[in-house]
């Protein structure tokens, strides 16, 4: 039976009211307003007594455990370059071991994405999530924000005043032949280079709807990438990088389905038997399709969500593959 205004249902902190009715900044304002006085620094958390406190570099092996708490495949140098390019907090028991973790990365002055939101499955029904999320609003307040929602923690961010905006989908798996998409008259892929790099960024900024250059280039230090040009000017580009036990091919930027799917194969044909993954937010079954049959199935879908404007292009160049979900 589908909810209604008024009804309500049990989750982390008690009872939440269902009511469709309310805006985004109306849910925000709620969320936000329960922070006193259960947000100091010290709370109690179950039978434990927990601290949170900012995210420093020398906790990349307690955010590791906690990576490992929910399963996900996270490597040490994936945690580097998270906490190279944001900041957060993590929230520890009186004896040091993690609990649960919450970080956000700016991109420019007004914009951000959250990501590594984890809290440890035993405490998950507590609250601790909720407390971590006042603490990266409260410090992003005034900027866009997005993020990419599990679905048992969707009605939390649901509650705090984000609203849906589409489906991303995980395709990933062990890459094989593929036949060479149908030639685009007049596109040229080549591999990324340096030169490229000042048509990326406008490019990226035009599909994603905020500059991401410094994000991008502590990626292209790490990454393998390509560009498609057409009469010598970059219309669409990829990068691939290491990300967990796989390599993820993202971000993607192409004007459509055929600039996508020459964009990958180029990256595709050079790793037969790698694991690769692209998570795409694109709807078009023809790319899914291509990812597929190149060995990549959709191994599981999370939602993004918004608070702010809309920024991401639908139209000219778009995102075809995120970077991560954590960064967009």
């Not at 866009?144 to 798996?173: C, H, N």
């Not at 960024?201 to 991008?216: F, H, K, P, S, T």
């Not at 939602?303 to 995102?319: C, D, F, K, L, N």
Request: hydrophobic residues 40%.
């Amino acid at each position: 039976m589908q909810p209604k205004n008024g009804d309500v249902r049990v989750g982390p902190g008690g009872l939440y009211e269902i009511g469709t009715d309310r805006s985004s900044s109306e849910r925000y304002a709620a969320f936000m307003s329960r922070s006193t006085p259960e947000d100091k620094e010290q709370f109690r958390l179950d039978a434990y007594n927990a601290t949170i406190r900012p995210i420093t570099p020398d906790d990349r092996a307690l955010l590791h455990e906690l990576t490992l708490s929910v399963f996900w495949r996270h490597r040490t140098h994936d945690l580097d370059l998270f906490m190279s390019l944001g900041q957060g907090y993590i929230a520890l028991d009186e004896i040091g071991r993690p609990l649960g973790s919450a970080m956000y990365f700016p991109v420019g002055q007004d914009f951000a994405t959250f990501g590594l939101m984890i809290t440890m499955p035993r405490l998950q029904a507590l609250g601790a999530g909720r407390r971590l999320l006042r603490r990266i609003l409260k410090d992003c307040e005034g900027r866009d924000l997005r993020l990419m929602a599990t679905k048992s923690a969707y009605w939390l961010y649901e509650s705090a005043g984000f609203v849906p905006v589409g489906t991303i989908w995980q395709q990933e798996g062990v890459a094989r032949d593929i036949h060479p998409p149908n030639p685009v008259t007049g596109l040229e892929v080549r591999p990324l280079e340096s030169a490229h790099m000042p048509a990326v960024y406008a490019l990226d900024a035009q599909a994603y709807g905020a500059d991401r250059e410094v994000i991008l280039n502590k990626l292209l230090g790490l990454s393998e990438g390509v560009v498609a040009l057409r009469d010598g000017v970059v219309c669409g580009y990829a990068m691939i990088h290491p990300f967990g036990r796989v390599e993820v091919i993202g971000p993607i930027v192409a004007e459509d389905d055929s600039m996508a799917m020459h964009i990958c194969a180029s990256l595709i044909q050079r790793r037969k038997g790698h694991e690769l993954r692209v998570d795409t937010p694109q709807q078009s079954e023809h790319f899914k399709a291509f990812l597929s049959a190149a060995g990549l199935g959709v191994v599981d879908t999370v939602t993004e969500m918004r608070i702010g404007r809309s920024r991401r292009s639908t139209e000219g160049p778009v995102i075809y593959g995120l970077a991560a979900q954590s960064l967009g």
